[in-house]
T-cell receptor, first 113, second 110 residues
Framework: DAGVTQSPTHLIKTRGQQVTLRCSPK?????VSWYQQALGQGPQFIFQ???????QRGNFPDRFSGHQFPNYSSELNVNALLLGDSALYLC????????????FGPGTRLTVT | GQSLEQPSEVTAVEGAIVQINCTYQ??????LSWYQQHDGGAPTFLSY????GLEETGRFSSFLSRSDSYGYLLLQELQMKDSASYFC???????????FGSGTRLLVRP
């Protein structure tokens, strides 16, 4: 049973560029959440997708957008990258009825220079 | 606002018992989860408390007191592999997101 997968593992971008991160949820899960984790901090909720719609959003600017596909996989897009966007981006999947138990992927380490 | 407070670091000896506390200030609190994260790894779900009391899962137990806005994770028979960061995370009523604490770094010494 495949767990949550994310790609790419690492990414280096320049300020002002745009980036797309990808996530495939654990088999049987229909809900995907995205988190940003700065070094030494807890994950911060960006948004959650369910039934191909953004169901809830955290305190992140509109530069952060996403998408969920019919197969439940998801993308996170960040436009106009800032140095402060450098972080580990985690994707987590869950069953809609058990959102307290989220399965995290290994993350994408984004470095903005 | 919504926030969770945890100690930043805890050190314990192999074979001992350690308790990691979490206090929360949130409106519409629904339940408390615990996650483990090794350096360079992904957070892994450990336990969840929706009701007051103790939940036991092998060497790990988690406790919740809603009246005190307080919970803890108890790790018994500590092993070197338990060295990791531990996060409490709260779920709110009518919300789908988890709010994470800043994490407690546990160091297990021989």
């Amino acid at each position: 049973d495949a767990g949550v997968t994310q790609s790419p593992t690492h990414l280096i971008k320049t300020r002002g560029q745009q980036v797309t991160l990808r996530c495939s949820p654990k088999s049987g899960h229909d809900t995907v959440s995205w988190y940003q984790q700065a070094l030494g901090q807890g994950p911060q909720f960006i948004f959650q997708y369910y039934e191909e719609e953004e169901r809830q959003r955290g305190n992140f600017p509109d530069r952060f957008s996403g998408h969920q596909f019919p197969n439940y996989s998801s993308e996170l897009n960040v436009n106009a990258l800032l140095l402060g966007d450098s972080a580990l981006y985690l994707c987590a999947s869950s069953d809609d009825r058990s959102s307290y138990e989220q399965y995290f992927g290994p993350g994408t380490r984004l470095t903005v220079t | 606002g919504q926030s969770l407070e945890q100690p930043s670091e805890v050190t314990a000896v192999e074979g001992a018992i350690v308790q990691i506390n979490c206090t929360y200030q949130t409106s519409g609190f629904y339940g408390l989860s615990w996650y483990q994260q090794h350096d360079g790894g992904a957070p892994t779900f450990l336990s969840y408390n929706a009701l007051d009391g103790l939940e036991e899962t092998g060497r790990f137990s988690s406790f919740l007191s809603r009246s005190d806005s307080y919970g803890y994770l108890l790790l018994q028979e500590l092993q070197m592999k338990d060295s990791a960061s531990y996060f409490c995370a709260a779920r709110m009523d009518s919300s789908y997101k988890l709010i994470f604490g800043s994490g407690t770094r546990l160091l297990v010494r021989p």
